[in-house]
């Protein structure tokens, strides 16, 4: 079995050689950290995002989805604080030339310190079983003790100096922590300095009239500037939640580990606009309703945790990430953020437009509070590959490669396989095939061997594989493989729709989510 670097490695690979991800501009050497999707790419993608859309939107009478522009008036990213304070802190290495986030940098010091404890736990609970009591553990054990007090002390003095935007004390923080660069593995660091996020373009023919734009970096405030278009139009109801998928843009300093830091990626994006001294309540069921819509797609439970922020953006009151156990560790998938009346009252200020909200029962105005759920689609889409992805070894001693992706969300939902490409079998297939594309998309496929060919499907993740062999035009019965399990059963072809539907249906992952 592949060591986790490696793992990440053939992940990547494996996502190019089977159309799902291809660097952008490849031709041309790429562009650093842009990606396309490819043909199975593309499938996944989208269903990942029906399943967050359907529900969100489906699924909650009082949640509406809309599409904004991604170019929004300039005056908007003044308002939301992106011009004066959409920044990372970006530190230089003197030897490497190489550009860090200053934040990741000491964040990254912290994950290897908390991995010590993992393994203490770890080991301690094979030893002791079930008798094994984590927190009791956590609070005696002498070096998880010791290795979680540096944790508390590195994570409060950085979360002070953020407090007090302290670019120097981020560098002593790393100085004394004695961060290497990677790369060269020295210590000769510059100052930090703040750099901001956003790409900006010029909207307008001509030179002079032409004016400075931003692509947004976030979808978020799409939905902000439309809130009361959607509330009057809608006739919405407080409490009641607008939603929407679409591309957002950063300048990200560090692009690095595949599509999870990417400078143009997909948000999934809910803003809850609920009555003021209600949002507490609100944030602690999105908190929960969010962690069962990932968990509801099979994953282990161990796979995601909560991680509450060590510092709170200007406009929250509240706000932790749902982090994912990704091959190079926990990191950030999900961000629920209690964001108060923050984006709407800085829009009227500097609007000069009201955006309240009328509430009939008590007969008064006032400026929402707002829960915000906010997820990368193409972070979830690596979550998804990277849990799917297995090298197995079969008993026969053969290795294959299959990607156990959840079968609502596999790109191809079943393979259509002629035994040989002769004796009618192909004409026989492709009825088949002209027969269940209206309830799915399927692959046809004749080439190479039957067995190469239940390789092919495994490794893109096709739930099923249907052949048609010569019995088939004798009595109208094909053998349906399924993908986990390889077993093989005879069935009518007249079942084949019914059985691939009632396993890839939506239907039963979303009763889950109620
Ligand atoms: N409206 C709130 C907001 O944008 P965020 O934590 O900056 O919050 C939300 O981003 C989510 O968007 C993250 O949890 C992550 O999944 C995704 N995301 C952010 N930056 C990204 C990037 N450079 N590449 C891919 N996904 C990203």
């Keep these: 079995m592949a060591n986790q670097e490696d793992l990440f490695k053939n992940i990547i690979s494996h996502a190019k050689e089977y159309g799902f991800i291809f660097q952008s501009s490849e031709i041309y050497d790429g562009l650093s950290a842009v990606y396309d999707y490819g043909q199975n790419g593309a499938e996944l993608k989208k269903n990942i995002r029906d399943y967050w859309w359907k529900s969100m939107v489906q699924m909650n009478e009082n949640i509406v989805g809309i599409d904004s522009a991604i170019f929004m008036h300039p005056t908007v990213w003044k308002a939301s604080g992106h011009v004066d304070a959409f920044n990372d ?48 553990f956590r609070s005696t054990n002498p070096r998880v003790v010791e290795n979680q007090k540096k944790i508390d002390e590195i994570n409060n003095r950085f979360k002070n100096a953020l407090e007090k935007n302290d670019l120097t004390e981020v560098r002593q923080i790393i100085i004394d922590l004695e961060i290497v660069c990677p790369v060269s593995g020295s210590r ?5 300095r703040q750099f901001n996020l956003m790409f900006s373009t010029q909207m307008g023919s001509v030179s002079e009239d032409a004016g400075t734009i931003y692509l947004r970096p976030e979808t978020a405030q799409g939905i902000f500037v439309n809130f009361l278009n959607v509330q009057k139009t809608g006739r919405m109801k407080i409490p009641f939640g607008i939603a929407q998928t679409g591309k957002a843009f950063r300048n990200e300093i560090v692009a690095r580990q595949f599509i999870f830091r990417m400078r143009e990626f997909e948000q999934m994006e809910m803003q809850f606009f609920v009555k003021p001294g209600t949002e507490m309540e609100w944030y602690n069921k999105w908190k929960e309703a969010r962690m069962k819509w990932h968990r509801t797609l099979g994953f282990p439970e161990s796979k995601h945790r909560f991680h509450d922020h060590i510092k709170l953006a200007h406009y929250a009151n509240a706000a932790c990430d749902i982090e994912f156990e990704f091959p190079f560790g926990f990191k950030e998938l999900e961000g629920i953020h209690s964001r108060t009346d923050f984006d709407l009252k800085s829009h009227e200020q500097f609007s000069g437009k009201k955006l309240q909200y009328f509430d009939s029962d008590d007969n008064q105005n006032f400026v929402p509070y707002v829960v915000e759920t906010s997820i990368g689609l193409d972070r979830m889409f690596l979550a998804i590959l990277s849990q799917a992805y297995k090298e197995e070894k079969l008993e ?24 040989v490409k002769k004796d009618g079998l192909p004409e026989k297939a492709q009825e088949i095939m002209d027969v269940l594309k209206y ?12 067995g190469k060919r239940y390789r092919r499907q495994d490794a893109i993740g096709t739930p099923y594989a249907v052949t048609i062999d010569h019995q088939t035009l004798e009595d109208s019965t094909v053998t349906i493989r399924e993908r986990d399990s390889m077993k093989q059963e005879r069935i009518p072809v007249d079942n084949v729709a019914k059985i691939v539907s009632e396993r890839v249906d939506m239907r039963k992952a979303l009763t889950q989510l109620n």
């Design 396 to 419: 026969d001693g053969s290795d294959r490669v299959v990607l156990n992706i959840p079968p609502m969300l596999a790109p191809i939902k079943c393979a259509i396989l002629p035994l």
């Design 89 to 136: 802190p970006l530190i230089d290495n003197k030897d490497s030339k190489k550009r860090y986030r200053a934040d990741v940098l000491i964040e990254d010091h912290v994950a290897k310190i908390e991995a010590k404890i993992q393994k203490e736990i770890s080991k301690a609970s094979e030893r002791f079983g079930d008798k094994f009591d984590e927190a009791v």
């Design 188 to 192: 000769n660091w510059t100052e930090v």
């Design 439 to 450: 309830d799915h998309l399927c692959s046809y496929e004749e080439k190479d061997s039957i």
